[in-house]
Each structure stands twice: as structure tokens, then as C-alpha cells.
T-cell receptor
Framework: NAGVTQTPKFRILKIGQSMTLQCTQD?????MYWYRQDPGMGLKLIYY???????DKGEVPNGYNVSRSTTEDFPLRLELAAPSQTSVYFC?????????????FGAGTRLSVL | KNEVEQSPQNLTAQEGEFITINCSYS?????LHWLQQHPGGGIVSLFM???GKKKHGRLIATINIQEKHSSLHITASHPRDSAVYIC??????????????FGTGTRLTIIP
């Protein structure tokens, strides 16, 4: 198993550009999460999904959109990039069984908006 | 005030020392995670616990639900243990979606 795979690893965007951060997992996990990590701050939840076709907002959803058309994929879309979205983004997944709710993280995407 | 607080923020120790990192939380929780973030940025889950104590190799995690406190201990610390250690709790209000609330992390540096 590859686990949770994020692409790209690094990206520089200009203000106003759009991009999609890709996340895919091959563990057949129901739950998937997108976080952002800013320097000196704890990870903040952007969006999450409890299964294909179901998504919900986290703490900091503004400026982002997600979709979950398959169990494997959970892309994060930035429509009009702003400097405040400069951050490291992590995707995570876990199986739906509550007793085994360890989250598995991707390697992260480092995004700079200039 | 964050719902999850960690201390210390930074910790430097000599190789071989016993390390303790603390985590306190202000809400009722169903479980707590300890995560390790390597210098390269990757995040790995170390423990998930809801009571008592868990041990894996030189790492030990304990939790006291009544006191709303958890600790992560590292015995015989080694430079490869240098990383950021993150505490994350699942508030009872997040039953079902299991959303985590994260501490800001403790940066541990072990000097040879």
C-alpha cells in the first residue's frame, strides 16, 4: 500500500490563480481530512469527508472547496489564491471503525502564494 | 485559550536523557493522539489512547482522563528522536466525525 499520497509536494502560485491539491489513499478508508499548518500554530481542519459523496466544513473552510466522488480521492481546490493561504497542507485518512481511529497523513504540500 | 495546550514548546536535551512532554486539554474527550512530525515535515501517528498507558519501544504515553492530562515519555533519548511532537484530542462533541483538535507541538532536539 502507498498509504496517503499528496501531489504536488511544492507549488508557488500568484495571487488570484487557482489550483487543486490532490490527495488519494489506497487503504479503503471512509474518513478523509484536509488540514493546514501555519508556523507556530496547530493544524487546522479545512474540510473533511466521512464517505464518498459526503463532505463538511472544518474550522477554516473559507477560500477552499472539496469534492469526494470516490472513496480514494479527496481533492482540495483553491479558487482565487491569496497570500493568507500560504501554508503547508496535509491530507489524512482513517478507517471508519471508531476503535481504530488513527489518522494516516500524507507527506504534505508546501504552498506559497506571492 | 486553545482547548489543547502542550508544554514545553521547545525542549533540548542530551542523548540518553529521559524526556517528558505534557499535554492538557479543557474539554471532555473520547481519545487523544500523539503524533510525531519529522524535520522533513511528514506526520506519523504514535499512539491513540483513551485511558491508562501505552508503550511502544522507548516511547510511553499516559493519560489521566479525570485530570485532563496526558504525557509522552521517551526513555534513553537519541538524536533520531529529534522532531516535533503533537498532541491531538477528539472532543466528545465530535463523536461520529472524530475531528481532532491539535496542540501547537513541542519541538524536541536531542544533542549527541
Amino acid at each position: 500500500n502507498a498509504g496517503v499520497t499528496q501531489t504536488p509536494k511544492f507549488r508557488i502560485l500568484k495571487i488570484g490563480q487557482s489550483m487543486t491539491l490532490q490527495c488519494t489513499q489506497d487503504m479503503n478508508h471512509n474518513y478523509m481530512y484536509w488540514y493546514r499548518q501555519d508556523p507556530g500554530m496547530g493544524l487546522k481542519l479545512i474540510y473533511y469527508s466521512v464517505g464518498a459523496g459526503i463532505t463538511d466544513k472544518g474550522e477554516v473552510p473559507n477560500g477552499y472547496n472539496v469534492s469526494r466522488s470516490t472513496t480514494e480521492d479527496f481533492p482540495l481546490r483553491l479558487e482565487l489564491a491569496a497570500p493568507s493561504q500560504t501554508s503547508v497542507y496535509f491530507c489524512a485518512s482513517r478507517i471508519g471503525v471508531r476503535a481504530k481511529n488513527i489518522q494516516y497523513f500524507g507527506a504534505g504540500t508546501r504552498l506559497s502564494v506571492l | 485559550k486553545n482547548e489543547v495546550e502542550q508544554s514545553p514548546q521547545n525542549l533540548t536535551a542530551q542523548e540518553g536523557e529521559f524526556i517528558t512532554i505534557n499535554c492538557s486539554y479543557s474539554v471532555g474527550i473520547s481519545a487523544l493522539h500523539w503524533l510525531q512530525q519529522h524535520p522533513g515535515g511528514g506526520i506519523v501517528s504514535l499512539f491513540m489512547l483513551s485511558s491508562g498507558k501505552k508503550k511502544h519501544g522507548r516511547l510511553i504515553a499516559t493519560i489521566n482522563i479525570q485530570e485532563k492530562h496526558s504525557s509522552l515519555h521517551i526513555t534513553a533519548s537519541h538524536p533520531r528522536d529529534s522532531a516535533v511532537y503533537i498532541c491531538a484530542a477528539i472532543p466528545l462533541t465530535n463523536f461520529g466525525n472524530e475531528k481532532l483538535t491539535f496542540g501547537t507541538g513541542t519541538r524536541l532536539t536531542i544533542i549527541p
